[in-house]
């Protein structure tokens, strides 16, 4: 059972209609039971870093994402929910986030017009298997004020809009896309397929 987390963020209908055109069946749940069965999770989001780390406490929820990825759960952060994923976020005079990742969540710098809104091309930075569909130099949907300052031990690919920006990250089981593949057209698509293929083969691999 693959689970998008539903804590009140986001519109997470147009996420689940995406991931079933690429043939992800997926469930948006955010019950405790459901969750610890999930053979894969994704956790969406758009708004502010402590709203949605309140409502995930709320929802009795951090506990049980921090335990599933630390038995080799694949998760999917995406928007937000990639913020979510590291230690904090400068937004709101410093907001703890889940810690699963090193690193910090900073405002993009006001040379450029934040938020940033609309489509930027993908630079990458290593080889992936979640970039076997995609090519460098394709276009992905943005809508974020803020990104993701690392070591960028992770970064996959980037994207550059007034300083780099972190758009996929990927740390062993821990998978983050920045934009919204679910607004991103033929190459979200891809981009999901790909993560939809790397929870087969670590499901199959588990077994």
Not at 111 to 117: E, Y
Request: hydrophobic residues 40%; contains cysteine; charged residues 20%.
């Amino acid at each position: 059972m693959n689970i998008i987390i539903d804590y009140g963020v986001g519109n997470l209908d147009s996420l689940k209609r995406a991931c079933e055109e690429i043939g992800f069946q997926v469930v948006i749940s955010n019950d405790e039971q459901m969750i610890e069965q999930a053979s894969s999770i994704i956790l969406p989001g758009v708004g502010a870093y402590k709203a949605a780390m309140t409502e995930l406490k709320k929802l009795n929820l951090i506990e049980l994402i921090k335990s599933k990825v630390n038995k080799g759960t694949p998760i999917l952060g995406i928007c937000l929910g990639m913020q979510l994923l590291y230690e904090f976020s400068e937004e709101n005079e410093k907001t703890e986030g889940l810690g699963l990742l090193k690193g910090s969540v900073k405002q993009i710098p006001e040379i450029v017009k934040v938020p940033h809104m609309g489509w930027n091309k993908l630079i990458f930075n290593r080889n992936d298997s979640l970039l076997k569909y995609v090519s460098d130099g394709d276009y992905v949907y943005f809508v974020h004020s803020y990104y993701v300052n690392s070591a960028n031990q992770e970064l996959v690919a980037y994207c550059d809009y007034g300083t780099k920006i972190p758009a996929i990250i990927q740390s062993g089981n821990i998978y983050g896309m920045q934009f919204h593949p679910e607004k991103s057209a033929e190459s979200g698509l891809n981009l999901l397929k790909a993560f939809k293929e790397l929870c087969l083969y670590d499901s199959i691999s588990s077994n």
